[in-house]
């Protein structure tokens, strides 16, 4: 769970596939800030893992996709009590959410809806999710030792790694692929920002470039974007609108579900699963087996096994399933391509083959297609 809330996978994650809206309206007059090398930045990153705040963001994506909220009704997967679908529609819609951190340890986003809310609250070794309008909740305890678990960045024999040192060990990794640029001319939620530009430099995978925007005083991301091939705005975004620094009062991470809501009490695998106490839905726990990696860096493809994708399908007898699970999701966006079923949107694309593998990356489909050959 801790390597979810660090801050290195707020630079890595960008490089797969982002997260962002349109950065929201840059202040006024240009601040004037020193300037500062991609590894300086990345250390103050760092040292924002720590940090207290509150604020509301902003998110949307513009990938090709159909409505995947719409497929609510049609699939009835719940993560312990939300719709699969309602998570999947952070993929094609717009949201607003308010996010609340106390450091690493407390943690509370809270999806704005017209009529209902969904909640998901960490606070210690206790996590829930929360869907008002389905009147449900999820929870998982999880273990003190998973709960503080060492810092993945550390040296041989144990010894964490300073910001400054896992910044230089970032940057040692990225740079033999990855053009990096730092401008200093912008705001964000009326904080001065530094800006970190992440540029390909393969011509092979889908994405053109993504950005990052750094608190300049706090070292805390507070938008990224990502730029798909051919496109002048983000395919995908999110971005803070508002922020107050300062620890949220202990309540917010309190919670107890209210009379009436069905409660259902996880395990870790069943989380991860997307289970509700129950059997697992068709086509997820098909994840297990270990990949295949082909390619490197932006051009990489995750390779799955044969059967992997006829679970997702629910085409394991030849047809797909009728029943309300994965397979209605996955389906009802795959269409037939050579060799397969396959989709390619702004910034990834899936292929299921014949014979049930599956591949994905950050890449065209043909590339896939090549690749399953």
């Known amino acids: 769970m801790n390597k979810v809330l660090r801050w290195l996978p707020a630079m890595v994650a ?28 990345i250390a103050l990153i760092g040292g924002s893992q720590h940090a207290a705040y509150s604020g509301t963001v902003q998110e949307s994506s513009d990938l090709g996709l159909p409505d ?20 999947a529609s952070f993929l094609t819609a717009s949201h607003t959410a308010r996010v609340f ?17 969904t909640d998901l609250i960490h606070n210690g070794t206790s996590l829930w999710e929360y ?4 009147g449900s909740a999820a929870h998982l305890q999880l273990s003190s030792d998973a709960s503080s678990a060492a810092h993945p960045d550390a040296l041989p024999g144990g010894t964490a790694l300073t910001p ?11 740079t033999p692929s990855t053009t990096l640029t730092v401008s200093t001319s912008d705001r964000v939620a009326g904080r001065a920002v530094y800006s970190l530009t992440l540029t390909p430099k393969t011509s092979a995978t889908l994405v053109d ?19 798909a091939r051919g496109q002048s705005a983000p395919a995908f975004t999110t971005a803070f609108t ?25 395990t870790p695998m069943e989380l991860l699963s997307g289970l509700g106490g129950s059997a697992p839905p068709k086509g997820l726990g098909a994840f297990a087996p270990k ?3 082909t390619g490197s860096d932006w051009a990489t493809i995750v390779e799955l096994p044969a059967g992997t994708g006829s679970a997702l399908l629910g085409a394991s007898t030849g047809t797909r399933s009728a029943a309300p699970d994965v397979s209605s999701l996955a389906g009802s966006l795959l269409t037939p391509v050579a060799g397969g079923e396959g989709l390619q949107t702004a910034l990834v694309s899936v292929l299921v083959t014949a014979d049930g593998r599956l591949f994905a990356g950050a890449v065209p489909l043909a590339a896939l297609e090549a690749a399953a050959k």
């Open 14 to 41: 960008p490089v797969v596939i982002a997260a962002a809206v349109t950065i929201p309206a840059m202040a006024n007059a240009d601040p004037t800030l020193p300037s500062k090398t991609p590894a300086q930045l």
């Open 68 to 87: 995947l909220g719409s497929l609510q009704s049609a699939t009835g997967i719940s993560l312990g009590g939300s719709s699969l679908s309602s998570w």
């Open 101 to 117: 951190v106390d450091g690493p340890e407390k943690q509370r986003l809270q999806l704005l809806g017209s009529w209902a809310e």
């Open 131 to 134: 869907d008002s309008q389905a």
């Open 164 to 174: 400054a040192q896992a910044a230089a060990k970032l940057i040692a990794a990225i």
């Open 209 to 227: 470039h993504t950005t990052l925007a750094v608190d300049a005083f706090t070292g805390l991301p507070l938008s990224a974007a990502v730029y």
């Open 242 to 266: 508002s922020i107050s620094y300062g620890a949220p009062a202990a309540s917010v991470f309190d919670f107890t579900p209210p009379a009436g809501t069905t409660v259902s009490q996880l």
């Open 291 to 293: 990949p295949k990696i």
